[in-house]
């Protein structure tokens, strides 16, 4: 085992949040239980507020940032796991108040740990992470909602070519339900279409403010993008649909009525991949395992070096990143 390895950790310099790439042992990683070997990591919105310290995501200092991980057990005092198990780790306060996994070796608190499906490798199930993961949480909740149907009517996919939005095309497509998909960028319908999508609209048809109550369109909806367009698709949806709302990659407002709620049974349903009980995430997991088509999989992420994190996390904050980005540690 490495005795010295790399990790990007947020340290305090002079009262600010600011990373930066540093040297760690194995002496100096928390005191739980199960001792991981990090093969990849990856890079989410708020990876990218923490990396660039544009978002005071770590509550204590100093923090390992990162907040998903996928490897290898090296060493486990719990009995749930044992060395050579393979395991991913998606949120659970990761990067914010408990070290993350942009570092070589991690230790972690045994129920943090999800098992990885024998589908995935480590490269694809950090192609996933916690958007991927968040997306599969999502299209469960409609599902448990009843809201959706196989050929039913369209369901909407906010902020698509972005990392929740695209796992939430390719799953919701994969079930059978015609998904439309709002993106600000034409020029990634092509690949949107590859992974399901049967319609576009423009993001910013979903920017004005409209009327509480519009026409009725949208079986059920994921959003990833808050604000005024999570108000419109509220406002756009069929009585007794729902929309399932994740994210403010645009706003964290939500100025919009109770209309939709009170008079067409619509349902906003919260969506937080963070604090998920097991069985949730297990059942997402799974979800992915059965209907995230491997091919499409691979269009969806890049792999970058571990010394491209701070640019990447300069390019998420400006929504220039398409899909999602493995973050290779090793
Ligand atoms: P990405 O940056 O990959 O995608 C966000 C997408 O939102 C962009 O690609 C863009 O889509 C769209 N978008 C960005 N800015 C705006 C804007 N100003 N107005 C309208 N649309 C915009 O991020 P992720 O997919 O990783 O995360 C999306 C959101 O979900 C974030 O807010 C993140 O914090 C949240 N999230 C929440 C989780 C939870 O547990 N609740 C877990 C994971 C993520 P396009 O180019 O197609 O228009």
Redesign the pocket.
């Given at each position: 085992m490495a005795e010295n390895f790399t990790a990007f950790v947020i340290e305090d310099v002079d009262g600010k949040p600011k990373g930066g790439f540093t040297t760690l042992t194995l002496a100096d990683l928390p005191d739980n239980d199960v001792l991981v070997e990090v093969a990849c990591s990856t890079l989410?919105?708020?990876d990218g507020l923490a990396v660039s310290g544009k978002g005071r995501i770590a509550r204590k200092l100093p923090m390992v940032a990162g907040i998903d991980l996928a490897g290898t057990v090296v060493e486990s005092r719990s009995p749930a796991w044992k060395p050579g198990d393979k395991v991913v780790a998606n949120?659970w306060g990761l990067s914010e108040t408990q070290w993350g996994g942009y570092t070589r070796f991690q230790r972690l608190k045994a129920e943090w740990l999800t098992r990885l499906p024998d589908a995935f490798s480590f490269e694809e199930a950090m192609g996933i992470g916690?958007?991927g993961y968040?997306a599969a949480l999502c299209v469960d909740a409609l599902e448990r909602w009843g809201a959706v149907q196989p050929g039913g009517k369209e369901v909407l996919v906010?902020?698509?070519?972005?990392?929740?939005?695209s796992v939430a095309v390719a799953l919701l497509a994969k079930r059978g339900y015609p998904v439309v998909a709002?993106?600000?960028?034409p020029e990634?319908h092509d690949y949107l279409r590859s992974l399901g999508a049967s319609g576009f609209i423009d993001?910013a048809a979903l920017?004005d403010k409209g009327a509480p109550l519009q026409k009725e369109r949208w079986a059920g909806g994921v959003d990833?993008?808050?604000g005024q367009?999570l108000v419109n698709a509220l406002s756009q949806t069929v009585w007794g649909g729902a929309i399932a709302a994740?994210?403010?990659?645009?706003s964290s407002d939500l100025p919009g009525s109770v209309l939709p709620h009170i008079l067409r049974n619509v349902a906003l349903l919260g969506?937080?991949?963070?604090m998920a009980p097991q069985d949730r995430r297990d059942a997402a997991w799974a979800r992915l395992a059965r209907d995230l088509d491997r091919n499409a999989l691979k269009t969806m992420y890049e792999v970058q070096p571990f010394d491209a994190l701070p640019e990447l996390a300069t390019r998420?904050l400006a929504?220039k990143?398409r899909g999602r980005v493995v973050v290779d540690v090793t």
């Open positions: 989410n919105y708020k949120g916690t958007a968040t906010t902020g698509a070519a972005g990392g929740v939005g709002s993106t600000g960028r990634t993001r920017l990833s993008v808050g367009t994740c994210g403010l990659a645009g969506v937080d991949s963070v998420i929504g990143i």
